[in-house]
């Protein structure tokens, strides 16, 4: 019988020793399949490396390497086995004309006019915490949460249909378990960028967001990634759900609460796609190297290859190579498209000097209704009642008073429901 795993349910006192603990069960957990983890990890690193090659070959031959997908398409179900099967592959996904261009553009300027007719821009106190303030901006990231343009783009049907096609690309159903209900989002309110033509901007560099030592160390996720301590990688599924909806998270200043199949972001402007947006490693599969890395031999026992909590997850040159040199950036983009990537890739943002044109985008994920979104939706409703910032970033509370704000009459059944609350009367 495979002996059970050290795990953490709350974040371990002694970090250093804990890492120790648990990399040591890890290896002898991969070991008892007779397997060693040197051997695991050169599975995974073929596999990463047939990706890389396919990507290469995409760009030597001039294509894209993200999918692009027409809304249209989307709404009358005519996306192609071929789309499909890139998506999967890619893990990343360019949504074309997800909103009316001149819809996403009255949007950009009614966000500047609620900040504008609230003061912001007086009341602005810097950047509410030390990830986003890399960017060097006056202010670049807007910690605005609750505008009508947000909350419409958020509770949209057009919104609602690009999130359960997203959503359907994963397992979420397994062992008699629903682990998310993949026709139900969670609102997960998140900011806006803006970033005006002329700015020099440091960007974000290369990291992921789907947890830090705690993906190692609660036993649920233990479970979700039973594949690859247990020696058996051929059989790791990066779109398997199965154990991620339900465990805790280890709290911290960049942490999401939520489980979001995809990260994304709708454009209230057009990009160029060499100026300081987004990149991605566009391989799903890289979380297995990523989980396995720091179990080879060349790394300290007490390190996990520069994750710890209280930061976001790294990945470097020093222990990812292969990976870091695989980033990939978007295409050109116009208002109202819509730019969506798998939850454990790796992302980065170019920096950019002089920028031409703006480079706005308002933040919403892909977040199925499931126990842990169910939890957080209690903090949002909370938040959105009374204009505070949700609990998932800084106190700042810049909306508290704001005129204008959106407020819960303004919920139709699709907002309601993707923030818990009762269905309307009537």
């Known amino acids: 019988m495979t002996a059970t795993l050290p795990h953490w349910q709350t974040?371990?006192?002694?970090?250093?020793?804990?890492?120790?603990?648990?990399?040591?069960?890890?290896?002898?957990?991969?070991?008892?399949?007779?397997?060693?983890?040197?051997?695991?990890?050169?599975?995974?690193?073929?596999?990463?490396?047939?990706?890389?090659?396919?990507?290469?070959?995409?760009?030597?031959?001039?294509?894209?390497?993200?999918?692009?997908?027409?809304?249209?398409?989307?709404?009358?179900?005519?996306?192609?086995?071929?789309?499909?099967?890139?998506?999967?592959?890619?893990?990343?996904?360019?949504?074309?004309?997800h909103f009316p261009r001149e819809q996403a553009l009255a949007w950009d300027e009614s966000i500047l006019d609620y900040v504008e007719r609230n003061h912001f821009f007086d009341d602005y106190r810097g950047p509410g915490d030390d990830f986003f303030g890399s960017v060097d901006s006056k202010p670049e990231i807007y910690p605005i949460y609750w505008s009508?343009?947000?909350?419409?783009?958020?509770?949209?049907?057009?919104?609602?249909r690009v999130q359960?096609?997203?959503?359907?690309?994963?397992?979420?159903?397994s062992d008699g378990v629903a682990w998310f209900d993949p026709a139900r989002d969670a609102l997960y309110p998140d900011r806006i960028r803006r970033r005006p033509p002329g700015t020099d901007s440091g960007g974000l560099g290369t990291h992921l967001d789907p947890g830090t030592l705690d993906?190692?160390?609660?036993?649920?996720?233990?479970?979700?990634?039973?594949?690859?301590?247990?020696?058996d990688v051929e059989a790791y599924d990066p779109w398997d759900a199965a154990h991620r909806t339900t465990g805790p998270q280890y709290p911290g200043s960049t942490m999401c609460s939520a489980f979001r199949t995809?990260?994304?972001?709708?454009?209230?402007?057009?990009?160029?796609?060499?100026?300081?947006?987004?990149?991605?490693?566009?391989?799903?599969?890289?979380?297995?190297?990523?989980?396995?890395r720091p179990l080879r031999r060349d790394v300290p026992d007490d390190d996990m290859c520069g994750v710890t909590v209280n930061q976001v997850f790294p990945?470097?040159?020093?222990?990812?190579?292969?990976?870091?040199?695989?980033?990939?950036?978007?295409?050109?983009?116009?208002?109202?498209?819509?730019?969506?990537?798998?939850?454990?890739?790796?992302?980065?943002?170019?920096?950019?000097?002089?920028?031409?044109?703006w480079g706005n985008v308002m933040y919403i994920p892909a977040a199925p209704w499931c126990p842990r979104n169910e939890r957080y939706a209690e903090h949002v409703?909370?938040?959105?009642?009374?204009?505070?910032?949700?609990?998932?970033?800084?106190?700042?509370?810049?909306?508290?008073?704001?005129?204008?704000?959106?407020?819960?009459?303004?919920?139709?059944?699709?907002?309601?429901?993707?923030?818990?609350?009762?269905?309307?009367?009537?």
């Open 148 to 160: 009508h343009a947000q909350m419409r783009a958020r509770q949209s049907e057009r919104m609602a």
């Open 262 to 292: 995809f990260q994304g972001w709708t454009a209230l402007s057009d990009m160029d796609h060499d100026q300081g947006v987004l990149h991605t490693v566009p391989i799903p599969e890289a979380m297995a190297y990523l989980m396995l």
């Open 215 to 231: 993906l190692w160390m609660t036993r649920e996720y233990q479970t979700a990634f039973r594949h690859l301590f247990d020696g």
């Open 315 to 357: 990945a470097n040159e020093k222990w990812h190579p292969e990976l870091v040199a695989a980033q990939a950036g978007i295409p050109d983009v116009r208002a109202g498209d819509s730019v969506w990537w798998h939850c454990d890739m790796i992302h980065s943002v170019a920096p950019v000097t002089d920028q031409r044109g």
């Open 11 to 97: 974040t371990p006192a002694d970090l250093a020793a804990a890492i120790r603990e648990v990399k040591t069960a890890l290896r002898a957990r991969i070991e008892a399949s007779g397997r060693g983890v040197d051997e695991v990890f050169d599975v995974v690193a073929r596999r990463v490396a047939g990706r890389i090659a396919e990507i290469d070959a995409d760009l030597a031959a001039g294509e894209s390497v993200w999918p692009v997908i027409d809304y249209a398409d989307i709404e009358n179900g005519t996306v192609t086995a071929a789309q499909l099967d890139k998506l999967r592959r890619r893990g990343c996904l360019v949504v074309r004309g």
């Open 164 to 173: 359960f096609f997203l959503n359907s690309l994963w397992r979420h159903e």
């Open 381 to 426: 409703r909370a938040a959105f009642l009374t204009g505070e910032s949700p609990s998932d970033f800084p106190a700042e509370h810049y909306e508290r008073d704001w005129e204008g704000r959106f407020t819960a009459d303004d919920l139709n059944d699709i907002g309601r429901r993707g923030m818990g609350f009762p269905a309307a009367l009537g």
